[in-house]
Nanobody, 122 residues
Framework: VQLQASGGGLVQAGGSLRLSCVSS????????LGWFRQAPGKEREFVAA????????VYADSVKGRFTVSGDNYQNTGYLQMNSLKTGDTAVYYC????????????????WGQGTLVTVSS
């Protein structure tokens, strides 16, 4: 499985962006899709994840109520809709996938996209 993340860019605080994650091969009906981010000088952190098939979603407290994660069961694209963006959301965002297990630890994901930069200006 190869993943390609896109959709990052420069946006003002309060604005919105939608990140996409395209998978070559299997669809997200078979894989857990996770989103992580890494700001300069900081460790990679969990943002959100959706279970295989899309029944369950989980979010970091810092993005809950502002971000929405989804996976298209019939195609090979997952999304992270980001609203009410804050300067603290500035980071490189990565999508990742795996077949089973928990959502939160990046080390447990098998497949990673290359990252897309999100910059939120004040």
């Amino acid at each position: 499985v190869q993943l390609q993340a896109s959709g990052g860019g420069l946006v003002q605080a309060g604005g919105s962006l939608r990140l996409s994650c395209v998978s070559s091969g299997r669809t997200f009906s078979d894989y857990i899709l996770g989103w992580f981010r890494q700001a300069p000088g900081k460790e990679r952190e969990f943002v959100a994840a959706v279970s295989a098939g899309g029944m369950n979603t989980v979010y970091a407290d810092s993005v809950k109520g502002r971000f929405t994660v989804s996976g298209d069961n019939y195609q090979n694209t997952g999304y992270l809709q980001m609203n009410s963006l804050k300067t603290g959301d500035t980071a490189v965002y990565y999508c990742a996938a795996k077949r089973i297990g928990g959502y939160y630890l990046p080390s447990t994901y098998n497949y990673w996209g290359q990252g897309t930069l999100v910059t939120v200006s004040s």
